[in-house]
C-alpha cells in the first residue's frame, strides 16, 4: 500500500510545476478530500460530465479559482496520470502537492 501511494505522489510531482499555485479559500486538507471524493464518486459509476455539471454549484456561488481546481482534479482523475489512483491515494498525493507549493 505504502509503494502505492509513493509512487502516485511521484508520478503527482513530476507532472505539476514547482510553482506555487492559488488555492482560493481551499487549504490542502480540503483539497486532498476533493481528490478522494472525486475518485470515490468515479468508482460508484459518476462520469466526469457529472461532476464538472455538479462544480457548476460551486462556479454560480462565485468560487471560480475553487472551480477552476475541482475541474483540473476531476480531469486528471478521469483521464489523465491519476486516472489509477485509489481514493486513499489521491487524498495523500493532492494532499501533499499541495503542501509542498505552498
Known sequence: MNKIIAAAAIALFSFTSAHAYDTGTLNCTQIG????????????????????AANLIVINQGHTMEAKIIE???????????????????QIAYYADCAVQK
Not at 478530500?33 to 464538472?52: C, F, P, T
Open 33 to 52: 478530500k476533493i481528490a478522494k471524493s472525486i475518485v470515490e464518486s468515479k468508482h460508484r459509476g459518476a462520469s466526469l460530465q457529472n461532476i464538472l
Open 72 to 90: 483540473d482534479i476531476a480531469t486528471q482523475i478521469f483521464t489523465g496520470f491519476a486516472k489509477g489512483f485509489t481514493e486513499d491515494g489521491a
